[in-house]
């Protein structure tokens, strides 16, 4: 059996293959903080196409719809690593939070305490110290990391699988969150750096593509139609 990987195809679909679980998972409010449902039931297979267009008939998978919409899937995303691009560090009595922009509006750095970026400046409390890097570990972009003052990034490794984001409180279809350090290979045959967490666009509408920039609400890309 191969390993996990997914490759991006010039203007067309990522190709998944390994055997990588893919499964349905709709955001849902739960107080003042988000949780992740079941959704829909969705085939397994040992190699899979996801459609990256927005335009399949067959959702989440591509049906060739790429083609006939053509499609400009141009990767425009850095290929810097994510230490090296992080755009704010919020330094807190406990804990920092690196912050590198990539959001998803995904919403699970709101907390019932907080958000993440206010959590961590109270992190010499036990309780919201937890908190705090649950905000950071369950944001699926990977945008934000809680770091101890030791240095050590606090982002325990997930299991590889595919999940396809539902968002019906915002009434939109979601991203592709990506756990487990997946390798990703672009059209050009560069591999992106392996990430715990990471969305790809399945909107078509990102302007950091592969990955997803929110797009997806403004554009009120529903998969269903």
């Not at 230490?83 to 919403?107: H, M, N, S, Y």
């Not at 019932?112 to 992190?123: Q, T, Y």
């Not at 592709?176 to 715990?196: C, H, M, Q, W």
Request: aromatic share 8%; with cysteine; glycine share 8%.
């Amino acid at each position: 059996m191969s390993e996990p990987k997914i490759k991006i195809v010039k203007n067309g679909p990522y190709l998944v293959s390994g055997n990588v679980p893919i499964s349905e998972k709709k955001i849902t409010s739960k107080g003042k903080e988000y949780t992740l449902e079941d959704g829909r039931e969705l085939p397994q297979s040992e190699t899979y196409a996801l459609c990256r267009c927005g335009h399949s008939k067959n959702p989440p998978f591509c049906d060739g719809s790429h083609v006939q919409a053509g499609f400009d899937g141009t990767e425009t995303a850095s290929w810097v690593d994510y230490l090296d691009r992080i755009e704010k560090t919020v330094v807190g009595p406990d804990l920092d939070l690196l912050d590198d922009g990539r959001c998803a509006f995904a919403r699970f750095c709101h907390r019932n305490e907080g958000k993440a970026w206010d959590l961590i400046k109270s992190s010499d409390d036990p309780h919201l110290r937890e908190e705090a890097i649950a905000a950071a570990y369950e944001c699926p972009a990977g945008r934000l990391t809680a770091r101890d003052k030791m240095g050590n990034l606090l982002d325990e490794a997930y299991e590889p699988s595919i999940e396809i984001l539902q968002d019906p409180e915002k009434g939109v279809s979601g991203p592709i969150s990506v756990k487990g350090k997946i390798p990703l290979e672009s059209a050009d045959g560069f591999t992106y750096e392996l990430r715990n967490r990471m969305t790809l666009c399945r909107c078509g509408y990102s302007e950091n593509k592969p990955f997803c920039d929110a797009c997806h609400v403004g554009a009120e890309f529903r998969d269903s139609e």
